[in-house]
C-alpha cells in the first residue's frame, strides 16, 4: 500500500478523503493538530474502515515536529495538504492568524518534504482565488482577481508559492492544485461528517442546526446579490465526490502522468445553485420547513461563482455523482445522527 501523509485528515474534507484513499488502497496518515476537529472523527473513520488510521497530532507548521512524523513514516509516496483555517468571514476580523497558519504550514510542509524525497503535493485551493470574476463559471484559464478576504489571499499565496518553489533549478516537486468549490454533505454511513465547531460559518450545517432546532433561525445574508432571486450562487459539492478527486489526482502524481510541474483543477460540480434554492431543495429532500430571515450582505462574501468543470473530466476522468437534494439529505442525516 502506498503511503500517503493527509495533513487536516481529521477535517471535514481530510477525514472523508482518509476514507477514500484507504478504499482505494492507498495507506492514509493522518496529522493534523484537531484545531478545527475533534478526536471522535477518527472512531467513526475506524468504524467506517474497520482499521485505526495512524494519527499524529502535530502542528504543521512546527517543522521539529512535523519532520518527525515523516521520519516515523518513512517512504511516504505523496501529501495532500488539506491543514488550513478555511472560515472567509473569521479571516476578515483575524488576517494574522490565517496568513500564519495557511501560509505558514505550507512553507514548513515544503520545507521538509525534499529533505525525505517526497515529491507529490495535492494541495487544497479554493474557488476564492478568482475573487469577484468577470464572467461565469470560470474556468482555470478565468484570471484570478484580487480575493475577498485574507482567507483567499492565503490560497492565491500558497499557489504563488507552489509555482516559484516549483520553478526552482533542481526542484522535484510535482503539485496538483485542486480547487474546490463549496462542499456539502457527508459520508453515506452518516459516521464522519462536518463537525463546525461553534456557530458554523457555511450555510449547510447552518441549515442542518435550525432544521434540528439547535438554531433558532436561518439568516441569508444578502437578497439584493445581481443573481436570479438576489441571493449569492455557489457551486454546491459532495464531499464524497470531492474526496474522489483526491484519489485520481494523487493516482496520476505517482504514475508521472502530469503533463506540468503544477497542474490545477476546478474540483465543482459546474452547476450554480443560489442560497434560496438550497434551502428550498432541503426542505423538499428532509421534509422539514426552515426558519429564516434575510440580513445584511457578509462581508468577503463574492455575489456568484461556479464552476467550468470540463478539464478535471477530460483530463482527470473526474466527474461529480451526487445532486444537490441528495447531497442535503446526506447531511441532514449526519445532522440526525449528531443529535442522539
Ligand atoms: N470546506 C470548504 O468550504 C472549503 C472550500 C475550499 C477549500 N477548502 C480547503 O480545504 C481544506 C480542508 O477544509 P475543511 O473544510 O476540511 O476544513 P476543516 O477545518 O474541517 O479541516 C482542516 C483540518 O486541518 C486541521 N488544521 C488546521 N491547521 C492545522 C495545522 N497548522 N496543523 C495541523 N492541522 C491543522 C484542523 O484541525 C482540521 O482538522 C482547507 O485547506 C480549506 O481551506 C475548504
Redesign the pocket.
Known amino acids: 500500500m502506498k503511503k500517503i501523509l493527509v495533513?487536516?485528515?481529521?477535517?471535514?474534507?481530510?477525514?472523508h478523503a482518509v476514507v477514500e484513499l484507504y478504499q482505494a488502497g492507498y495507506q492514509p496518515v493522518i496529522?493534523?493538530?484537531?484545531?478545527?476537529?475533534e478526536e471522535s472523527?477518527l472512531a467513526g473513520i475506524e468504524s467506517i474502515l474497520g482499521v485505526a488510521v495512524p494519527t499524529y497530532r502535530?502542528?504543521?507548521?512546527?517543522e521539529a515536529a512535523l519532520r518527525g512524523v515523516f521520519e516515523a513514516e518513512p517512504n511516504i509516496a505523496g501529501v495532500i495538504?488539506?491543514?488550513?483555517?478555511?472560515a472567509v468571514g473569521e479571516s476578515v476580523q483575524k488576517p494574522l492568524a490565517y496568513f500564519q497558519?495557511?501560509v505558514?504550514?505550507l512553507l514548513t510542509l515544503l520545507a521538509v518534504m525534499p529533505e525525505f524525497g517526497v515529491e507529490n503535493l495535492v494541495f487544497?485551493?479554493?474557488?476564492?482565488v478568482y475573487g469577484i470574476p468577470d464572467a461565469l463559471p470560470v474556468t482555470e484559464a478565468t484570471p484570478t482577481k484580487p480575493a475577498s478576504s485574507p482567507?483567499g489571499r492565503t490560497?492565491q499565496m500558497c499557489e504563488e508559492i507552489i509555482h516559484d518553489v516549483s520553478g526552482a533549478p533542481d526542484n522535484k516537486l510535482r503539485t496538483i492544485l485542486l480547487?474546490?468549490?463549496?462542499?456539502i454533505g457527508a459520508h453515506d454511513s452518516a459516521k464522519i461528517g462536518?463537525?463546525p465547531l461553534g456557530v458554523p460559518n457555511?450555510l449547510v450545517p447552518f441549515i442542518t442546526q435550525t432544521a434540528a432546532g439547535i438554531r433558532e433561525k436561518l439568516t441569508i445574508f444578502g437578497n439584493d446579490y445581481d443573481t436570479p432571486d438576489g441571493t449569492n450562487i455557489r457551486d454546491y459539492i459532495h464531499v464524497v465526490d470531492l474526496a474522489k478527486a483526491h484519489i485520481v489526482a494523487v493516482q496520476r502524481l505517482l504514475d508521472h502522468k502530469a503533463d506540468e510541474t503544477v497542474e490545477t483543477f476546478n474540483v465543482g460540480t459546474g452547476n450554480g445553485n443560489t442560497v434560496l434554492d438550497v434551502v428550498q431543495t432541503f426542505e423538499k429532500a428532509s421534509g422539514q420547513k426552515l426558519n429564516y430571515v434575510i440580513g445584511p450582505r457578509r462581508p468577503g462574501d463574492v455575489p456568484a461563482i461556479y464552476a467550468d468543470a470540463t478539464k478535471a473530466e477530460q483530463v482527470l476522468g473526474f466527474k461529480t455523482e451526487t445532486s444537490l437534494a441528495d447531497s442535503l439529505a446526506s447531511a441532514w442525516k449526519w445532522q440526525q445522527t449528531l443529535k442522539k
Open positions: 495533513t487536516g485528515g481529521a477535517g471535514y474534507i481530510g477525514s496529522v493534523d493538530n484537531f484545531s478545527n476537529s472523527v502535530v502542528d504543521c507548521a512546527d495538504h488539506f491543514a488550513a483555517f478555511k497558519n495557511n505558514g504550514s487544497s485551493s479554493s474557488c476564492t482567507y490560497k480547487r474546490y468549490f463549496n462542499p462536518e463537525l457555511n
